[in-house]
């Protein structure tokens, strides 16, 4: 009799937890997406809670509107000077969830998400942390903005299916593109021998450089149809990631009208026209005062939103009759306001100013 007792005893647990085990699993569900590498992931249907790893994936979050559900970040991100985190300073309370470019696994296991977003990563590295955690990892790509802006578009939508919030990246996708097409309509029809010559510099890759550092397909340049000196660099001597780079000598030979400096290599720039003093009395640019800095086009992969709003800035620098209309600082703060649903202003972070008046020593 007592033996039968607990073998009935034992059926019920059985029973309860089988019953306990579907009753969550319908709770939870689970959906396969495909990612930005072609894997198929099973995620859960509602998602309350991600983290972002390597460059880039946080920023994609926070324009999606996602900033409630981020239960970690990687150490690097606690820079507040992340124009993102200036918006949402709360993120910066957050755990830890290891450090750049991929966090650590224990690490992000202790913060509990859902989801894994993670960016520059390949089949082999999202298996991998995958299996540490026994969480969802998700692929995204942060591509240039302005020559492979789907798949940029793609990883918006993504993130928009797996967080319930479709209309979000339907909202950014179709405000970046009204931009770009804004932008080209004021340009489009200019002229050849109207369009004066343009040269970034300074731009940043995995660290900050000096003038040499540009970019043959600067997407602001690209969306005001800009002549751009360094477009005729090869494309094999280019790189999205580790970047593009020029001798003194080219510059001096193309000899821009207009010269754009990004803010993150300023002071680097600022050295090399101390120490290479041909360059501060040999470019009509400068003669000209026609040297302005750019906000920041890269930090810890590309400031979408920067590069959008450092193009309405340039169009009103090198074509004032078409940008004439064009309140700069009005269209910079509504930009903002876009990417990162509150209000941020531009002189906040920094308006982009003569470069002139921000050297250390007037040029």
């Known amino acids: 009799m007592i033996k039968k007792l607990i073998f009935l005893s034992i059926i019920a647990v059985i029973f309860l937890s089988s019953c306990n085990d579907t009753s969550r699993s319908e709770k939870s569900g689970s959906v396969v997406i495909t990612d930005m590498l072609g894997r198929d992931v099973s995620v859960p249907e509602n998602v309350e809670s991600i983290v972002g790893v390597r460059a880039g994936a946080l920023r994609l979050l926070?324009?999606?509107?996602?900033t409630s559900m981020i239960a970690g970040i990687e150490y690097p991100e606690t820079r507040s000077n992340r124009p993102y985190m200036k918006a949402y300073p709360e993120l910066l309370g957050l755990p830890t969830i290891g450090p750049s470019m991929g966090g650590d696994a224990e690490m992000i296991l202790n913060v509990e998400p859902d989801v894994i977003f993670k960016t520059y990563t390949t089949t082999q590295d999202a298996n991998?942390?995958?299996r540490q955690t026994g969480i969802p990892v998700v692929a995204l790509e942060c591509t240039d903005l302005g020559t492979d802006n789907e798949n940029i578009f793609e990883s918006l939508r993504l993130i928009g299916k797996i967080i319930n919030n479709k209309e979000r990246?339907?909202?950014i996708i179709n405000y970046?593109?009204?931009?770009?097409?804004?932008?080209?309509?004021?340009t489009k029809d200019i002229s050849q021998d109207n369009k004066p010559t343009v040269y970034v510099g300074g731009l940043s890759y995995s660290n900050s450089y000096g003038i040499k550092a540009t970019h043959h397909r600067f997407a602001p340049f690209l969306f005001v149809n800009a002549n751009n000196v360094a477009s005729e660099i090869d494309e094999r001597l280019t790189s999205h990631v580790k970047g593009t780079f020029i001798d003194i000598e080219k510059l001096l030979f193309?000899?821009?009208?207009?010269?754009?400096?990004?803010?993150s290599g300023l002071n680097l720039v600022n050295q090399d026209l101390k120490t290479k003093t041909v360059l501060k009395h040999?470019?009509?640019?400068?003669?000209?005062?026609?040297a302005f800095s750019l906000l920041p086009y890269n930090n810890?992969?590309?400031n979408y939103e920067f590069v959008l709003l450092n193009s309405w800035y340039i169009g009103k620098q090198i074509y004032p009759e078409q940008f004439e209309d064009i309140c700069f600082n009005e269209r910079a703060d509504e930009l903002l306001y876009h990417f990162y649903g509150k209000p941020v202003t531009v002189k906040s972070l920094g308006y982009p100013r003569a470069l002139d008046n921000i050297t250390v020593e007037k040029l």
């Open 128 to 130: 991998k942390l995958q």
């Open 176 to 186: 970046i593109e009204e931009n770009i097409a804004e932008l080209n309509t004021l």
């Open 282 to 290: 040999s470019l009509k640019a400068i003669e000209n005062s026609n």
């Open 300 to 302: 810890y992969a590309t």
């Open 169 to 171: 990246a339907d909202s």
């Open 254 to 263: 193309w000899d821009p009208e207009y010269l754009f400096i990004d803010e």
């Open 62 to 66: 926070v324009y999606m509107d996602a």
